[in-house]
T-cell receptor, first 112, second 115 residues
């Protein structure tokens, strides 16, 4: 059972703000929402994580509405190097650790 | 500093062969995860270690898959009698905390091709 749903692909231009929305209708009370970036032939790289409302770090913002059934990753002023696959995932607490469910990801293509 | 390393980076095996994939996590990291990533898909959870204890192996596809982390650092994922459907990238990740909620640092993966 897929935990998250994302658009398959998105196009953008350099300098634009990009928002990638993910739906996770079955998110549980204790689940966290995490976003990863992956380039070809590399492992995923952590971008940002949140539980509710808004989280911001030096590379992105994460917006989570009150019902937590969706989340939006916001990348300000993208560059060509941001072309990658972005994964939204939920972390499900199981005993004393968390299991993470990756979806199929969103392929972001940034054009000059 | 050194990140998560995996070896070999590429492995070609004949169907029926056994393979062993190695993961060197970041020193001091408590949690270690193995994932399988098929072409064009997101990573899928295989198994999880907290130090040397394997707390969850529910994602292992069959009893041909076996993972260990005997001293709580280096981990090995072993696949016995490989099949073509085992062809994928195998990713290892480690995190400093006990429950994996902190940043998971991924290695580059081992690309396995079973002929």
């Amino acid at each position: 059972l897929a935990k998250t749903t994302q658009p398959i692909s998105m196009d953008s231009y350099e300098g634009q703000e990009v928002n990638i929305t993910c739906s996770h209708n079955n998110i549980a009370t204790n689940d966290y929402i995490t976003w990863y970036q992956q380039f070809p032939s590399q492992g995923p790289r952590f971008i940002i994580q949140g539980y509710k409302t808004k989280v911001t770090n030096e590379v992105a913002s994460l917006f989570i509405p009150a019902d937590r059934k969706s989340s939006t990753l916001s990348l300000p002023r993208v560059s060509l190097s941001d072309t990658a696959v972005y994964y939204c995932l939920v972390g499900e607490p199981v005993d004393n650790f968390n299991k993470f469910y990756f979806g199929s990801g969103t392929k972001l293509n940034v054009k000059p | 500093g050194a990140g998560v390393s995996q070896s070999p980076r590429y492995k070609v095996a004949k169907r029926g062969q056994d393979v062993a994939l190695r993961c060197d996590p970041i020193s001091g990291h408590v949690s270690l995860f193995w994932y399988q990533q098929a072409l064009g898909q997101g990573p899928e959870f295989l198994t999880y270690f907290q130090n040397e204890a394997q707390l969850d192996k529910s994602g292992l596809p069959s009893d041909r898959f076996f993972a260990e982390r005997p001293e709580g650092s280096v981990s090995t994922l072993k696949i016995q009698r490989t099949q073509q459907e085992d062809s994928a990238v195998y990713l290892c990740a480690s995190s400093l905390d006990r429950d994996g909620l902190e940043t998971q640092y991924f290695g580059p993966g081992t690309r396995l091709l079973v002929l």
